[in-house]
């Protein structure tokens, strides 16, 4: 079992740059692969960023390519999502996920565990 924290969500204008958090309890964490996903308003919630259980392999949503980087810190239980040249577009509720694999996948139902959410929004 774990237990995720998000953090670090806010106003920012359009061009800053923003970096979330996300605190896991437990101490198991190194065996995770971990996620990042949004969901804006009156949208579904999409994918944005992937991590295996190293850190090692990452994954990103077409959309973030180039300006959001996923990374973790094993020792300190805890996984980020630094955001450059964010876009009004990006405004939405961030969600960090894990799940029991070491692999990751693009798809909300493959993880187990969701912190609950820290608001971004990107004024123009």
């Known amino acids: 079992q774990v237990q995720l924290v998000e953090s670090g969500g806010g106003l920012v204008q359009a061009g800053g740059s923003l970096r979330l958090s996300c605190a896991a309890s437990?101490?198991?964490?190194?065996?995770?692969?971990m996620g990042w996903f949004r969901q804006a308003p009156g949208r579904e919630r999409e994918f944005v960023a992937a991590i295996n259980w190293s850190g090692g392999s990452t994954d990103y949503a077409d959309s973030v390519k180039g300006r959001f980087t996923i990374s973790r810190d094993n020792a300190k239980n805890t996984v980020y999502l630094q955001m450059n040249s964010l876009k009004p577009e990006d405004t939405a509720v961030y969600y960090c996920?894990?799940?029991?694999?070491?692999?990751?996948?693009?798809?909300?139902?493959?993880?187990?565990?969701w912190g609950q959410g820290t608001q971004v929004t990107v004024s123009s």
């Open positions: 437990g101490r198991t964490f190194n065996a995770y692969a």
């Open positions: 996920a894990a799940r029991s694999g070491g692999s990751y996948y693009r798809l909300s139902v493959q993880y187990n565990y």
